[in-house]
């Protein structure tokens, strides 16, 4: 069993930003990827940003070039770093973790993050 608990969320001001982080614990050996996954009113969840199981990384295309994923493997720790935020950035953001070889998903309980225009 994997435990995922993400920190960092909040309200923030158009153009502001946040640094979201997930703290990993339990059964954690093997390829897998990790990263954020987010959810608005209304819309189905989608991927923000992960590192892939070979160790590269993915961002939606909304993103590029304003967040960026980081990692502390020490630590079992993925970062969000959000700079230049839109309203429509206003999501719950889910950390997940990903097996490599069995797919099976784990997920945060979500934090939320509000950019008030």
């Known amino acids: 069993q994997v435990h995922l608990v993400e920190s960092g969320g909040g309200l923030v001001q158009a153009g502001g930003s946040l640094r979201l982080s997930c703290a990993a614990s339990?059964?954690?050996?093997?390829?897998?990827?990790m990263g954020w996954y987010r959810q608005a009113p209304g819309k189905q969840r989608e991927l923000v940003a992960v590192?892939?199981?070979?160790?590269?990384?993915n961002y939606a295309d909304s993103v590029k070039g304003r967040f960026t994923i980081s990692r502390d493997n020490a630590k079992n720790t993925v970062y969000l770093q959000m700079n230049s935020l839109k309203s429509e950035d206003t999501a719950v953001y889910y950390c997940?973790?990903?097996?490599?070889?069995?797919?099976?998903?784990?997920w945060g309980q979500g934090t939320q993050v509000t950019v008030s225009s």
């Open positions: 997940n973790l990903k097996r490599a070889l069995t797919y099976r998903e784990y």
């Open positions: 339990g059964s954690i050996f093997g390829g897998y990827a």
């Open positions: 590192f892939t199981s070979s160790g590269g990384t």
